[in-house]
């Protein structure tokens, strides 16, 4: 049996009422959380502004929503506004085992498809959970492989579950998922190479319109190859470079579903790359556990490894600018800085997240600036900072499975007086080590909401309504408080 008719068997059967309870409360933290994100972005003058000048030019007279947008649009290019905006900030969860934002190529699509055809909440979360799985396992097959070649899973994996998602809404039947599958591995795209830039968040845009796109021309009757994952020239062939890959992942679709694991979902602590999140956290810890002032301060060492050090903004060797090698055997060795000149670079940087911990005790959407990135205290302290491969810690992350969100991190600093201050983490806090509930996710929200000037009673309608999914009969009750939102 093909890998497509896999997938389509799972679409095509697969119902609500199968849906176990732990999947749907980890589906509806997905909706809140993408939401979170998504309206704090609204903040982001100029880029949402470019963004929303661009889907009105090419969409008008539709009935689909933009988030904090009045005017309506048509299914893809709302999708591939939402999909844009929800990640913007890159404060939207992540999926540890594939470490891939996939709440935000998914859940646009599913949004303006939904409200296209006016479903229920109940369709909606069942269209998010089985393209969660189905995005999910295409990627476990690939993962670590195409982090080390510079692909952006978020939008290679995201576009297969917003199609698989738009799928089950428009309600297709299995050859026609199958073509829609054929069609997304040719929309399948999105490069490292543009992190910290307004790009990198498009690539989320750029899925959610994908699978909107080729859910409806399936259901139109366009076709595409049935061995379009895993024929001799398909997806896994151009992406998997023609290594011997492990298909058992989507062969066992559904069994359990990733979602019924708590923090295979992991929400973010910090509006930033997962990356930084444990250098981020210790910053804070030491600055209160230790006494010392930042001009006490000789050196700092970030030691991390390859899953993390290939999403930063230097990804080579600083002695010979060579590619960081995965299975490196040997002493530490130093990576190329990565000093931020914007708020979006400083994102993809573990010298500005560490200074800024220490500097401020706290990290919060304020900090990833221009202006932030550009004050004399953190250019100084970064100029302290170096970061390290270290080949023990590479060794680490290999011994746990990926939805424990392995991350480990060692941090030392080296004081003026002598004396060294040194401090390890393995897991990111929202991983299945560290699992976080709703009530995270609640505060997140409120945090957020409260950063672009919503009212509370508005984010408390917001956070009910998304509690209640399962029970409303039409998704527009809750676009409708997201169109305009202040």
């Not at 909706?31 to 889907?55: P, Q, R, T, Y």
């Not at 509930?437 to 505060?443: G, L, V």
């Not at 009969?473 to 408080?481: H, P, V």
């Amino acid at each position: 049996m093909q890998l497509s008719e896999v997938i389509a068997r799972f679409t095509v059967e697969k119902g609500f009422e199968e849906l176990p309870k732990v999947a749907l409360e980890q589906a509806k933290m997905g909706v809140l959380d993408w939401i979170a994100a998504a309206l704090a972005a609204l903040k982001e003058e100029h880029d949402v502004k470019a963004m929303l000048g661009f889907i009105q030019e090419l969409g008008k007279d539709s009935k689909c929503t933009v988030l904090g947008c009045p005017k309506k649009t048509t299914p893809s290019l709302a999708a591939f506004a939402n999909g844009y905006i929800g990640h913007l900030l890159d404060y939207d969860e992540t999926c540890p085992i594939i470490r891939s934002h996939l709440s935000a190529g998914i859940l646009p699509a599913i949004l303006a498809v939904a409200e296209k055809l006016e479903a229920s909440g109940k369709d909606l979360l069942l269209g998010f959970v089985l393209g969660h799985e189905v995005a999910l396992r295409i990627g476990e097959v690939m993962t670590p492989g195409w982090m080390r070649k510079g692909w952006h899973g978020t939008s290679l994996f995201g576009v297969f579950g917003a199609t698989v998602g738009c799928g089950k809404l428009l309600g297709l039947n299995a050859e026609q998922v199958q073509n829609a599958i054929g069609i997304a591995a040719s929309m399948a795209s999105g490069i490292a190479a543009n992190f910290g830039t307004m790009t990198k968040p498009l690539h989320a845009g750029l899925a959610a319109r994908g699978g909107v796109e080729a859910a409806m021309l399936a259901k139109r009757g366009f076709s595409a190859a049935k061995n379009a994952l895993d024929g001799s020239s398909g997806f896994y062939y151009a992406y998997g470079w023609g290594e011997n890959l492990n298909l058992d992942p989507i062969k066992r679709l559904g069994k359990p579903l990733g979602l019924e694991t708590p923090g295979v979902l992991c929400p973010k602590f910090y509006p930033c790359c997962h990356g930084l999140a444990i250098n981020i956290e210790y910053g804070i810890l030491i600055k209160k556990k230790y006494q010392f002032s930042i001009e006490d301060i000789e050196e700092i060492e970030i030691h991390s490894q390859p899953k993390t050090l290939s999403a930063m903004l230097s990804k080579d060797y600083a002695d010979t600018k060579e590619p960081i090698t995965w299975g490196y055997e040997g002493p530490p060795r130093q990576i190329t800085p990565s000093i931020p000149r914007t708020g979006k670079e400083a994102k993809f940087s573990k010298e500005y997240a560490f200074a800024r911990a220490l500097l401020n005790g706290h990290v919060t959407l304020s900090h990833f600036t221009d202006q932030a990135v550009a004050e004399p205290d953190v250019q100084e302290l970064m100029k302290k900072i170096k970061v390290f491969h270290n080949s023990d810690l590479e060794k680490i992350s290999n011994q746990y499975p990926e939805e424990q969100y392995p991350h480990p991190e060692r941090m030392i600093i080296k004081l003026r007086n002598g004396n060294v201050i040194e401090e390890e983490e393995t897991f990111i806090q929202g991983g299945t080590r560290r699992p976080l509930s709703m009530e995270h996710i609640k505060r997140k929200f409120l945090d957020c909401t409260s950063e672009v000037g919503i009212a509370p009673q508005k984010s408390s309608q917001i956070i009910v309504m998304v509690e209640e999914l399962e029970n409303i009969g039409n998704i527009s009750q809750l676009t409708k408080l997201l169109e305009n939102p202040f």
